[in-house]
C-alpha cells in the first residue's frame, strides 16, 4: 500500500497515476483510491469535519485492507492532514504493508497553480473547511517512516523513482514469501 | 458482479467460495464480499436498523463497484432482506453487471442446521433485529430477473452450475468488448 498525501494539488493524483503506470509495465496489479473519487461513491455521505475526515480516511483504509488481501498494490490519494489519521490507516492496513509518502508543497506554489480552481474558492470563503486556509495540515514528525517528497523541487519522474525504489524491492519479497 | 442474498445460514457464504474456486479454475479473478466480514472492518460502525442495513448494502455496493472497475468479478454475500436496498444495490453496480440471486431457505430449515448457532440465540432473543424473526425479509417479486436456488432442494454444485451458466458467458463477452 502506497499511501500519497498532503494538500490539495500538491500532485498526489499525478503521481498515483504515474506509480500506476510503472507499476503495470512490471506486470503489478494496482488499484487507485483517489479522495475526489470516493466522495462520489463509498464517501459520498461524509463531510469535511475532522469526525468526518476521519471516516473518509477510515473507510478507506478499510476499502485499501480489501484489495491487498486480494493480492491488489493499493495507491490512496487523501489530504489526510492529521497525523492520527494517517496513524489509524497504518494499524488498519498494517505496519508491513505501509508506505508513507508525504507529498509535499507549498499553500501559495499550490495556490498560485490553482489546477482545480479551488484555492481562488478558498479566498473567497467559498469552500468549507479547506485544508492549509481554515483547517490546519499536520506535517509529518521530524523523526518518521514517512517518505517525503517535495514536489515544487523535483519533477514527477524523480518522485516516482523513490517511492518505486522503496516499494519494487517490497513487492519482490512478498511474492518469494 | 454476482449478488447473493438471503436469511441466515441459507448458503451464502458457501455458495460464494464454491463460485470463487469455478472461476479460479477459469482464471477469472474475484473478489468476495461477505456481510459478516465487512461488519469486522469498513462496516464494524454501523447497527442493524433498517437504516443502518441499507448503508451496509451502500457500503457494499460501492465497493463492489471498486473492485469490478479494477477487472475483478466480485461476488457478494449479505442478507439484504428488502427489494429497496437490492435495487439500490443494482442502481450503484449498475444493470448491466448485477446478477442478482435469492439463495432460498426456510427458517425452519436453517434454525434446524444453525450452523453459527445464531437461531438458537435468536429464540432466546439474544439477536437484535434478527431476520424472519424480529425484522422481516422481502423475497424478490414472482416476476422478476433474480434466480432463485433452493439450497434445501439442490445441492451446492447444481446451484453452482446454475450461477455459472448465467455468469460465465456474460464474463467472455465482457473480455471480447
Same sequence: chains 1, 2.
Wanted: net charge neutral.
Amino acid at each position: 500500500m502506497i499511501w500519497l498525501y498532503g494538500i490539495s494539488g500538491a500532485g498526489k493524483t499525478t503521481l498515483a497515476h504515474a506509480l500506476e503506470a510503472h507499476l503495470a509495465a512490471e506486470g503489478v496489479l494496482t488499484r487507485i483510491l483517489d479522495g475526489d473519487e470516493l466522495r462520489k461513491g463509498l464517501n459520498r455521505n461524509l463531510g469535511y469535519d475532522d469526525d468526518a475526515r476521519t471516516e473518509n480516511i477510515r473507510r478507506a483504509a478499510e476499502t485499501a485492507r480489501l484489495f491487498l488481501d486480494t493480492g491488489i498494490v493499493t495507491i490512496a490519494a487523501f489530504i489526510c492532514p492529521k497525523r492520527d489519521m494517517r496513524e489509524m490507516a497504518r494499524q488498519i492496513v498494517g505496519e508491513d504493508e505501509f508506505v508513507e509518502v508525504y507529498v509535499k508543497a507549498s499553500y501559495e506554489g499550490c495556490a498560485k497553480r490553482d489546477v482545480k480552481g479551488l484555492y481562488a474558492k478558498a479566498a473567497k470563503g467559498e469552500v468549507k473547511k479547506f485544508t492549509g486556509r481554515d483547517s490546519s495540515f499536520e506535517e509529518p514528525e521530524a523523526i518518521s517512516s514517512a517518505i517525503v517528497l517535495e514536489t515544487e523541487r523535483h519533477g514527477i519522474s524523480r518522485c516516482t523513482e523513490r517511492i518505486l525504489d522503496v516499494v519494487i524491492p517490497r513487492i519482490h519479497s512478498r511474492k518469494s514469501e
